[in-house]
């Protein structure tokens, strides 16, 4: 499957870290709110072309009608999780990266808390207010950090 993981412990994400490390040899983290705030405005402009509330609904939704949809879906158990990488990626410091405002919420780290930055596939981005609503399926995306080396 290429979904995808939600719903991970604090503990469970650092036990992903650690092994992807040790795997690769390489260091990576959670973003940080830095990151995390400067991908939440990608999200917040990108939301109504990738997979959130706004999507599914095929046009411009209204705070009132994202609630009536949400109950809707609820009801009748929706689940509007894709496959990842299926719309276009962002483009962000000349990277391409998929899934960035949709699909999955994602966990970032300030001080030793885990907070949420972004859209899942159910939430409603409201184009007048960028600010984070509450999501329920909530991911990780990490950063790798480069090594410069010097001679």
């Given at each position: 499957?290429?979904?995808?993981v939600v719903d991970l412990s604090q503990d469970q994400i650092q036990n992903y870290i650690q092994w992807i490390r040790e795997l690769t040899g390489d260091q990576y983290r959670l973003p940080n709110s830095?990151?995390?705030?400067k991908w939440h405005n990608i999200a917040h402009s990108a939301a109504?072309?990738?997979?959130?509330l706004n999507y599914s609904a095929g046009y411009s939704l209204t705070r009132d009608d994202a609630m009536l949809l949400k109950e809707k879906?609820?009801?009748?158990?929706?689940?509007?999780?894709?496959?990842?990488?299926?719309?276009?990626p962002q483009k962000m410091g000349g990277h391409e990266i998929f899934d960035v405002s949709g699909n999955?919420?994602?966990?970032?780290l300030e001080g030793d808390d885990?907070?949420?930055y972004g859209y899942d596939a159910h939430s409603y981005a409201d184009p007048f207010d960028p600010t984070f609503n509450e999501s329920k399926m909530i991911g990780i995306r990490l950063v790798k950090e480069w090594r410069f080396y010097t001679n």
């Open positions: 499957w290429n979904h995808p830095k990151e995390a705030m109504s072309k990738q997979n959130t879906l609820a009801a009748e158990e929706v689940a509007l999780i894709k496959e990842v990488g299926s719309f276009p999955v919420a994602e966990y970032y885990l907070k949420v």
